[in-house]
Nanobody, 124 residues
Framework: QAQLVESGGGLVQAGDSLTLTCVAP????????MAWFRQAPGKEREFVAA????????YNTDSVKGRFTISKDDAKSTVYLQMNSLQPEDTAVYYC?????????????????WGQGTQVTVSS
């Protein structure tokens, strides 16, 4: 039921970097698993990265491993996705999501709170 607001998307060239920001209601990142998903035109929503409320433990998909990094600032209830070496295949709407801890972090069905998304477009 949290209101999540993403920002930071834009149009960049291959090889460039972007940092996405997800601002959540107070204390959200302290109580929920937070994640980034993306959805390209004509494709299903895809898991990108997640971070647990404590530890924290991070998860990511193989396609972005070594290029994307998820992090958070609990004091600001904010989640970030640092994206380096962007490629045209990364073009998608990127969504921030929150799930109750204990649910599988990489599964779309685990998340019941979603932002509206921010567009990332990578040109060649």
């Amino acid at each position: 039921q949290a209101q999540l607001v993403e920002s930071g998307g834009g149009l960049v060239q291959a090889g460039d970097s972007l940092t996405l920001t997800c601002v959540a209601p107070r204390r959200t990142t302290m109580w929920y698993t937070m994640a980034w998903f993306r959805q390209a035109p004509g494709k299903e929503r895809e898991f990108v990265a997640a971070i647990s409320r404590s530890g924290p433990r991070t998860y990511n998909t193989d396609s972005v491993k070594g290029r994307f990094t998820i992090s958070k600032d609990d004091a600001k209830s904010t989640v970030y996705l640092q994206m380096n070496s962007l490629q045209p295949e990364d073009t998608a709407v990127y969504y921030c999501a929150a799930a109750q801890p204990g649910n599988p972090a990489k599964q779309t069905s685990s998340y019941d709170n979603w932002g509206q998304g921010t567009q990332v477009t990578v040109s060649s």
